[in-house]
């Protein structure tokens, strides 16, 4: 597929996506949402990809659902297409991890795609938000309920109730960042991240990404039962047998399912 809205590469066994939209601060519109639909339904079937990075421009990751797309719509045509729901949540079904580069804007839909990946890497200039409010409309796309997740009721309330901007630093100190890196290193950091993951077991980092993700879905008592038996099936797999016996030999483990 050729690609109008996104550019795509591979830098060894991680599959990178940089949104491609610089005249419209990289606003996510249908074809746009299409296109990395496409990429990452492509990464995860390639036995070569061990992770996948997202990210934007130095100035916008992305400055939320492309407006000018919405404005003409009717209740109806939303209603009809389910919008949002269709493309959007194609990043957080993916099995092998994703990794949000967030430099600039994350605002709205930019702000809800980077939070459906696994964890978000940004850069010193990033500002996170949800300013659907100031439109007359309310986040579509998971944003009342992954960010209330990540920063708690009080922040996320303010944050969707009056579209003040996060900073990394607050970005960070709330939890909705992993870290924070100078924006000059924002890319590298995002794929020595990713390079390690890539090293290590793709079967036990795809257990380990569906335990943590079980802590939102379920009660803690349930969420700890899975884990143990999750847990439990790694001693099934070669690469832990493999794991353990380079500790106990003092040698860097050699993971067969990479
Ligand atoms: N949709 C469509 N176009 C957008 C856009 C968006 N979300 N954000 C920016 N653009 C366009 C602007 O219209 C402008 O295009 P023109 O040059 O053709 O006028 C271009 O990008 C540059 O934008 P600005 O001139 O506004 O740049 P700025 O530096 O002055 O301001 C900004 C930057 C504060 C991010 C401002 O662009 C802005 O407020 N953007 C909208 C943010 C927003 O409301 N996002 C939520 C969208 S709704 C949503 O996402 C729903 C959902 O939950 C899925």
Redo the contacts with the bound molecule.
């Keep these: 597929m050729a690609y109008e809205n996104i550019l795509v590469e591979t830098r060894g066994q991680v599959g990178l996506i940089t949104l491609n939209r610089p ?3 990289n ?2 519109n249908a074809a746009l949402m299409q296109e990395m639909t496409v990429a990452l339904d492509a990464f995860e079937a390639d036995d070569n990809i061990g992770c996948m990075i997202i990210t934007g421009s130095e100035k ?1 990751f992305a ?8 404005q003409p719509k009717t209740y109806m045509d939303v209603y009809k297409e389910d919008f ?1 729901t269709r493309d959007w949540e194609r990043a957080a079904r993916c099995r092998k991890p994703v990794i949000a580069a967030v430099a600039g ?1 994350a ?4 702000c ?1 795609l980077a939070m459906m990946c696994d964890f978000i890497i940004a850069a010193d200039t990033a500002k996170f938000g ?3 409010i ?2 007359g ?1 309310i ?3 998971g ?1 009342t309920q992954r960010l209330t997740r990540f920063v708690g009721k009080s922040k996320a309330m303010e944050m969707c109730l009056t579209a003040r901007m996060m900073d990394a630093d607050e970005a960070e100190r709330s939890g909705l960042v992993s870290r924070v890196v100078p924006a000059a290193e924002l890319l590298n950091e995002a794929i020595k991240a990713a390079e390690k993951i890539c090293s290590l077991s793709r079967p036990i980092v795809m257990i380990a990404k569906e335990s943590v993700n079980r802590a939102y879905e379920t009660t803690l008592t349930e969420g700890v039962r899975f884990e143990r038996r999750v847990f439990h099936s790694t001693f099934g797999t070669e690469d832990q047998k493999e794991g353990m016996s380079a500790f106990a030999e003092k040698r860097k483990a050699d993971f067969k399912h990479r």
């Excluded at 605002?107 to 930019?110: N, S």
């Design positions: 005249k419209a601060l606003a996510l916008a400055a939320g659902a492309d407006i000018k797309e919405m949002i804007y605002l709205g839909g930019g809800e949800q300013p659907e100031n439109l409309t986040p579509g796309a944003g």
